[in-house]
């Protein structure tokens, strides 16, 4: 698997500027550009923020990215698809946002028969992840640097993703803001249409009006059924939920399941239109640049 996988020296950007990134002496920012010429973006949602890695990092960096990382330009190669990094076929589960990994090792390790998929796009992040992911020996487990979504849309067949996990996204508190919360109807039309029949939704957030919306938005999603329900029992206690927590604030967990049963052609020419403006560019864009940003956020 080595071919299909990252590929990197032994230092990643530690200038920590928010300027190029190179891996083996081609830089990120030219292989995997930020803004194509022609391209109208869609709003991220995620920050910029600085990738620098402490010594730590640096070497769980240097010592298993290549087993656990695929390379930008691997992801971004024609005729690629996600599901073929892995060495056997199996459900697929894919989280969001894995901040430093603890949600991703715990289940990864829990469900060996599963594939799991890891997005996040904040080096420091990603290299603790893989620090505890040494730990567990884990085949079964890979992680991307690119945009989840751009990666959803263009790397996955529709119907390929058995289960997702969004667990605390970037709540984006001020109102101004609300515009780049991941959870939007056009973001959940996508999503819904990757998952397979009979596969779930699983999401948890600490802010109520973010709860809200995501209630709003999933219960008008015409693949989608589901809503607020218990705490997921195999989601570990991780440091944002310690965090919400600590600040008083109360933990919504939610999940969306899409019926086993066909869904009307009506439903699926819905679900299609809900995204269509933003999906108009996608087939021949490229993604944004990887190692921006965490899309996990700080308790105020």
Partial sequence: MRSTLAHHDKRLNTSGR????????????????????????????????????????QESWDRHATRWVVAPETQTAPGFRLPDVFERPGPLIIEIGLGVGEALVS?????????????????????????????????NVRLSTLDAAWCLDNLLEPASITELWTFFPDPWPKARHHKR?????????????????????RLATDWPDYADQMREVLDSEPLLRGGVTERFADRPLTRFERRGLAAGRSIVDLTYTRPAEAASPESQALSAQAYSD???????????????????????
């Fill in 278 to 300: 933003r999906n108009c560019s996608m087939a021949t864009r490229l993604p944004p640049c990887s190692l921006a940003d965490s899309s996990k956020h700080s308790a105020s």
């Fill in 107 to 139: 289940l990864a390790t829990s469900r060996p028969e599963a594939n799991v998929l890891g997005f996040e796009v904040w080096a420091p992040g990603v290299a603790q992840c893989l620090n505890g992911l040494s730990r567990t020996d884990a085949r």
């Fill in 181 to 201: 919360r991941l959870v939007n109807r056009r973001f959940a039309a996508l999503a819904a249409s990757r998952l397979v029949p009979g596969g779930s939704w």
């Fill in 18 to 57: 928010g300027g190029s990134r190179s891996v083996e002496g081609v830089e990120l920012t030219a292989a995997v550009p930020a803004r194509p010429d022609g391209v109208n973006w869609e709003i991220r949602s995620y920050a910029r923020r600085g990738t620098r890695l402490n010594a730590r990092q």
